[in-house]
């Protein structure tokens, strides 16, 4: 089992930024942590993940501007977003997988922290 609490959410202005927690309490092994938002009207897109040997991946609309990490001590994953823009507002969703990171990989869904962006 595994449970995902995600915090950090809020209101910025465009080319703000924001940093996201997700704090994870598990007693199952978890190769592959990441973040995802949906926007309303919209599929939950795949945002970061990092998996158990900090090897990072990207969406192409965040490079550059995103960076996820962990602490493996405090037990809780990060999202650091900079230079927002309107278009990143959505609902975001940290998640685990057990086994490896990929689409369709992810067994446990935080309740997700809503992140808006202004222009």
């Known amino acids: 089992q595994v449970q995902l609490a995600e915090s950090g959410g809020g209101s910025v202005q465009a080319g703000g930024s924001l940093r996201l927690s997700c704090v994870v309490s598990r007693s199952t092994p978890v190769s592959c942590m990441g973040w995802f938002r949906q926007a309303p009207g919209t599929e939950r897109k795949e945002v970061a993940s990092i998996n158990s040997i900090g090897t990072t991946s990207y969406a192409d609309s965040v490079k550059g501007r995103f960076t996820i990490s962990k602490d493996s001590a405090k037990n809780t994953l990060y999202l650091q977003m900079s230079s927002l823009k309107p278009e990143d507002t959505a609902m975001y969703y940290c998640?685990?997988?057990?086994?490896?990171?990929?689409?369709?990989?992810?067994?446990?869904w935080g309740q997700g922290t809503q992140v808006t962006v202004s222009s």
């Open positions: 998640a685990s997988a057990r086994w490896a990171c990929g689409s369709g990989s992810y067994d446990y």
